[in-house]
């Protein structure tokens, strides 16, 4: 059965590749500075907790910028609100790297998050309703494949340019790249129904107070809590595991550090996978033994070995993705009647934790080099493990 008025009538490959741009456009260009903080670092003068803010600030700006958007896109229409999130934080993507100041960089790049925001606060919302359900769980790791491979382009393209130019150029032509995959976006979208009417309820205060609880249940908090907690941790390693490979005893050049990004392709693999896994397994048995592959990975990077640290970073980001894949095709599902506000609260929730922990492990890095960092991501994902064998049931 659809879950939606629009699931008969259209080919479904043709959403999934819509998605796929989409999440490739909306990650490419909020992690293009990753794969260049080290240089960053160096012309601006800044250190490296600092240098994390023109990833942070662009995380914060979307957890801020996920409820607004959910709520503009249940007034004017899903595709349609991608569409102008998209288009701006393109347009404001290519004015962000030639700012003249580190304040100014750091302010444009948390406006470019809050647009970014109106993909991630959409998404899952939009695919639910257009697919039958039970093709929900593979388009989500679908669309989560597409924000990996976003990720991972955004890093690469920015590392090759700098390594020609510089940092800056770098992270304006990830912009430029993304208007393609905003383009294939806006051409293959199948159009949803559009502003979603206001239906009569006979108590609307108890239809919103009935909404409200739900978001409060404890299945919604922990799978919140997943978001937050792996995905600060994951965001920590990335920040940070490029200043330890330019350093000693590794001395790997920016444009060199860039490629370590191809990690990515195990969470572009992992999150498409983990569909058909759920279907066999369940939900939550594929959610821990993610999170579990993750620890895996971290405890890798440990290495003084250049090979096996760059085999941990796969491992994480293999499990990484499959947990959040889980975690956030689930959330919608879950809350069968506030959909767009329990996706828009797990992105809140996510992005977060990307901006907090992110920022936190660089003072982990501080006090105690890398392995700071490592215990810091470790403790949270022991936690969500933790969570998610206590309390969520498929």
Known sequence: MSTGPGAARFDERRLLVALFGAGTAAFAQLYAPQSVLPDAARELATSASATALLVSAATLGLAVGVLPWAWVADRVGRVRAMTVA??????????????????????????????????PAVAMAYLTE??????????????????????????????????????????????????????????????????????ATPDPAAHRAG??????????????????????????????????????????????????????????????????????????????????VMALGVVATLSGRLPVVLAGLVVLTAGFFGAHAVASGWTPVAAPRARTQAAAVYNLAYYAGSSLFGWLGGVGFALAGWPGTVGMVLALVALAASLAVAVLHD
């Not at 003249?100 to 970014?116: D, H, K, Q, Y």
């Not at 800056?168 to 949803?192: H, K």
């Open 211 to 292: 909404r409200f609880r739900a978001l409060l249940s404890p299945r919604l908090l922990v799978l919140d809590a997943q978001g937050l907690l792996l995905m600060g941790g994951f965001v920590a390693v990335y920040n940070y595991l490029g200043f330890r490979l330019a350093a000693e005893p590794f001395g790997l050049s920016p444009g060199v550090v860039s490629l370590v990004f191809l990690a990515y392709l195990a969470g572009t693999w992992s999150s498409a996978r983990t569909g058909r896994l759920v279907v066999r397994y369940g939900r939550r048995r594929v959610l821990v033994a993610a999170t579990g």
């Open 86 to 119: 998209m288009l701006g934080a393109t347009t404001v993507g290519l004015a962000v790297p030639f700012a003249p100041s580190f304040g100014l960089i750091v302010a444009g790049r948390a406006v470019e998050g809050l647009l970014v925001a109106g993909v």
């Open 130 to 199: 257009m697919l039958p359900a039970a093709v929900v769980p593979r388009a989500a790791g679908t669309y989560v494949a597409g924000t990996s491979m976003g990720g991972l382009l955004g890093r690469l393209v920015s590392g090759g340019v700098a390594e020609l130019l510089d940092w800056r150029a770098g992270v304006a032509a990830v912009a430029l790249a993304c208007l393609v995959a905003t383009g294939l976006f806006v051409w293959l979208a199948p159009r949803d129904r559009g502003p979603r009417a206001r239906t």
